[in-house]
């Protein structure tokens, strides 16, 4: 099910960022990367979103229904997706299926923590892993064929895959045993206003999040990158002399990072096995910063592939030891519970990232495809990523040395500094709000959104902030 799941939905955000902003006449629906960045911004922050629902209303109803649900929205989400034309229309089916992806996650990681033991569940989460990744390599590589007659076989391939996930749910799919305490959703609010009021474990999460930015930016600005401003034909001319009929384009982006994966994983996980969270972690991100500065650094499609992969290799390092890092930082009565919420880097990054990613590229990028300065400002644009990565690790280890330690004296610091960034959010929120409605000559609702989300997110803040002092 992880693998079917996984590769209808990295196949088709494999090239989803292309569809949407290539020219009605090359087959794709011409929205703005701006108005792309956005909806990617909130479709993935769905995704990580969702579960924290998800978990408990699997608990409460049996994972075999949610199963059923979970499948066939994400079926008729990525079926009409494909159907739709209108910028409304699919941002709609996406946040469909973005629902239904984030009510799957909990399912799956939930059945194999309640059937597997204490001595065979690292092979079980292994082979959980290994499937994520095997979906991310293969589904892409059948999109080039699709894509090949129509874009919207790109979809229904990703429907089908969803779809075809019902028949083992109804006829092979048993019901783990149940937890003796089910939470209610009321719970999950509680717990969820709990974890989000400790400033001193958000500010950890605000921080690790500058490396998802990068990370965001694989599913929009690389493959408009690589689209614009990337001469493929070496690389398909190296196949060619091989037999191999390979044609590079947007979805090998996810190919790449895929298999870096599945070629590596085992072997940097041996490296870093004794090594702490702290240093791992902050040496993922700069080997992350470092496939950031190849794509700075050359248009050459071999240093764009070599960029891939060397991100993918910072990734694989940093992420595994993020969980127990946290592990580290949470309350030591509490760990299970922030466990639950250590997602929240992707919800952050995701916002940021895919927004930010299509701001700058409508921006900077766009306007200068095929003159002669476009290089000049394809460095500078990927190293504006570089230096917020370089941000974020120098902030990693500054949270470390300051604020690990769960001391009164480091939460009121922490507090503090998350009142001012909660504050920054409400202000930046009322000044999108001035905008979206007195900044033309009609209401823009995409600023709007944004306005509210801004707002949302730093009152909520305070208000968390100010219950749990």
Known sequence: MELFERAAYYGLNSVLAVYLTNKVSQGGLGFTEQSVGFLQSLIYAFTYVIPIAGGALADRYGYRRMLLFAFSILSAGYFVAGNVTAYGAVFASLLFMATGAGLFKPIISGTLARTTTEENSGFGFGIYYWMINIGAFLAPLLVTVLKGFSWRYVFIASALYCAAMLLPTVFLFKDPPKPTNTKSLGEVARGAAMVLGDARFMLMIVVYSGFW???????????????????????????????????????????????????????????????RPLPTMVSGIVIGTLGFLCLAASTSVWVFILGLSVFSIGEMTAHPKYYSYVGLVAPADKKAVYMGYAFLYGVIGSLIGSSLGGALYGSMLKPVVGLPGAAAAARKFWLIFVALNICAAIGLVIYDRM??????ETNAKARKIMMGIYGLLLAAGLLFLHSSIFGGAEVSYKTLVQAVIMLLLGAGGMVVSFAKR
């Open 403 to 408: 604020f690990a330690q769960d001391t009164p």
């Open 213 to 275: 930015i990068l990370y965001f930016q694989t599913f929009g600005s690389v493959l408009w990158y690589l689209r614009d401003f990337v001469n493929t034909q070496p690389v398909n001319a190296f196949f060619a002399s091989l037999g191999v009929p390979l044609k590079f384009d947007t979805e090998h982006v996810t190919v790449v990072n895929g298999g870096t994966i599945i070629l590596l994983q085992v072997l940097v996980s041996r490296v870093v096995k004794n090594v």
